[in-house]
């Protein structure tokens, strides 16, 4: 049966929408990011990616097992162009219960921000300041942030490159202040469905003039690394984000989180299946004895 155009263009679409479903559903399990109960307040940027989780959001709400409000929240930076009518027209159709939150960061970020440099830092953790503030006032108990798996392999390689240190995006993190659950519910889902999913909605986008046009953005330039790792090598962006999820702490070199000052032999404690080359099981493996002088052990399944 050969489908027309627009049928198989709907059979695609109902593809994608399923997948980015269960994918956020998955996170949700995985982390227990939603709780019956919960009031998650989920931050609208206006750009594709939270667009597309408030979307998700509201499609899980109606086949959850539990009970949980959605109240969208967006913050007016008072960026010269803003549209402040789109969220608004575009929530109230929806009969999405919404504020906006009115703060000129913008002219901090600018005034401090010397031309030519990127805005981002400054401006996010303004951003994210009153938005942790704002949690607080109207009782909810988790906020929602529209990240996805490249944003969060993309940190990876930030924070190792230009930081040196080996942190990322965790899909839920307790606030520094310790009183907000931050949650991010598109943690499994890729940047590029997000971005056909969010074309095929017809989501009022709103670019971000404030930083979206600068070209000397760190995070751009990983972004063009993992894209190009992608093409030639696909799959790698997921198998990057698997190892996020196997951690080995005494494979690394941190003392905080491995206690390398007091190993210890325990020669009486029963052997393992298999070794690697780092000493970690790996397989299944026998001792064999030879003649007193040696004693070998051969390794028989290392796979």
């Known amino acids: 049966m050969v489908l027309s155009p627009e049928r198989k263009h709907k059979v695609e679409f109902n593809k994608l929408q399923k997948r980015l479903r269960r994918q956020v559903g998955q996170a949700i399990i995985d982390f227990n990011m939603i709780e019956q109960g919960d009031k998650v307040m989920v931050c609208l940027s ?3 990616d939270s667009y597309t989780m408030l979307d998700i959001l509201l499609g899980l709400q109606k086949t959850a097992p539990i009970d949980f409000e959605l109240i969208a929240v967006n913050m007016d930076q008072k960026q010269p162009g803003f549209p402040e009518h789109v ?3 575009y929530l109230t159709a929806l009969g999405v219960p919404f504020h906006i939150i009115e703060r000129d960061t913008y002219s901090i970020v600018k005034s401090v921000i010397p031309e030519g440099k990127t805005t981002c830092g400054l401006c996010s953790r303004l951003r994210r300041g009153t938005l942790y503030g704002f ?3 109207i009782g909810a108990t988790k906020v929602a942030l ?7 392999v993309e940190t990876l390689f930030l924070n190792l490159f230009y930081a040196g240190r080996l942190k990322a995006m965790p899909p839920k993190l307790l606030a520094d202040d310790k009183r907000n659950i931050v949650i991010r519910p598109m943690a499994y889902c890729r940047e590029a469905d997000i971005e056909t999913y969010a074309v095929q909605k017809g989501f009022p986008i709103i670019p971000c003039n404030l930083c979206g046009s600068q070209d000397n953005l760190q995070r751009q330039v990983i972004k063009e690394m993992l894209q190009g790792w992608d093409r030639q ?6 198998t990057i984000f698997s190892a996020l999820q196997r951690v080995s702490p005494s494979q690394l070199a941190d003392q905080k989180l491995f206690d390398f000052i007091n190993l210890s032999l325990d020669r009486s404690a029963p052997l393992p299946d298999s070794l690697d080359d780092d000493g970690e099981t790996c397989g299944s493996f026998v001792r064999i004895q030879e003649p007193p002088s040696t004693q070998v052990l051969d390794i028989l399944d290392v796979s």
């Open 46 to 48: 206006g750009g594709k």
């Open 87 to 89: 969220l608004p027209e």
């Open 135 to 137: 949690a607080e006032e």
């Open 146 to 152: 529209g990240h996805h798996k490249d944003d969060i």
């Open 233 to 238: 090598h696909p799959g790698r962006v997921e």
